[in-house]
């Protein structure tokens, strides 16, 4: 290599070696189907990322609550390594690309420096654990849950938005919130 020539890229080479990773496709243009995120995240939270496995399961739960317009989604090791299958068996996405082990500690990192807050629910052997971003509207709901207020299981088989603002008032105030219900018939996750 002379001096003036560029290195190769390193991803490059690992695609190389790594056969089932693909060159990346232009985005389609912005008019439809895409996830509205806070300008914080990208301008207060991004330089704060102790790791890229942090950064990607924040943005992974990000895409799966905000894409979705919800507060929550509930999330497996699987979904967050592999990406989340619609019943009719199509990928929704392919995940975080991800190790267990570094999904794990993205999770941890990513809930230690206030990122993301979480819930777990279940019998054991059978637990699932709600995943939010963290803002003041998550807060209020995880409150709800942890009192016993609202039941996880009442939220994952359907709750409607506007039931919970009936039900519980002052627990969202977001204006993007309330345009859609938490669950929608096209949402697999």
């Given at each position: 290599m ?7 890229n ?6 190389e070696?790594?056969?089932?990773r ?7 243009p ?13 301008d ?7 790791s890229l496995?942090e950064m990607k399961v924040?943005f992974?739960i990000?895409r799966?609550?905000y ?10 090791l699987?979904?967050?390594r ?6 009719d ?7 975080t690309g991800?190790k267990e082990d570094?999904?794990?500690?993205g999770?941890?990192q990513a809930?230690?420096d206030?990122f993301i807050?979480?819930?777990?629910f279940?019998?054991?052997?059978k637990?699932?654990k ?5 803002c003041?509207?998550?807060k ?6 942890k009192?016993?207020?609202i039941e ?5 088989k359907g ?5 919970l603002v009936?039900?519980?008032?002052g627990?969202?105030r ?8 938490y ?6 996750g």
């Amino acid at each position: 290599m002379t001096k003036n020539s560029i290195p190769p890229n390193p991803l490059s080479e690992q695609e190389e070696r790594d056969g089932n990773r693909k060159s990346i496709q232009a985005l389609p243009p912005l008019e439809a189907n895409f996830t509205l995120l806070p300008n914080e995240l990208f301008d207060k939270w991004l330089p704060k990322f102790r790791s890229l496995a942090e950064m990607k399961v924040v943005f992974y739960i990000a895409r799966h609550t905000y894409g979705f317009h919800k507060l929550f989604d509930c999330l497996s090791l699987n979904q967050f390594r592999h990406g989340v299958t619609r019943p009719d068996g199509t990928k929704l996405d392919n995940g975080t690309g991800l190790k267990e082990d570094h999904i794990i500690r993205g999770l941890r990192q990513a809930e230690e420096d206030g990122f993301i807050l979480s819930y777990r629910f279940g019998p054991p052997g059978k637990e699932q654990k709600l995943y939010f971003i963290n803002c003041e509207e998550s807060k209020g709901l995880l409150q709800l849950l942890k009192e016993g207020v609202i039941e996880p299981e009442a939220l994952l088989k359907g709750m409607k938005l506007e039931q919970l603002v009936k039900k519980y008032p002052g627990i969202v105030r977001s204006q993007y919130l309330t345009k859609s219900p938490y669950l929608e018939d096209d949402n697999p996750g």
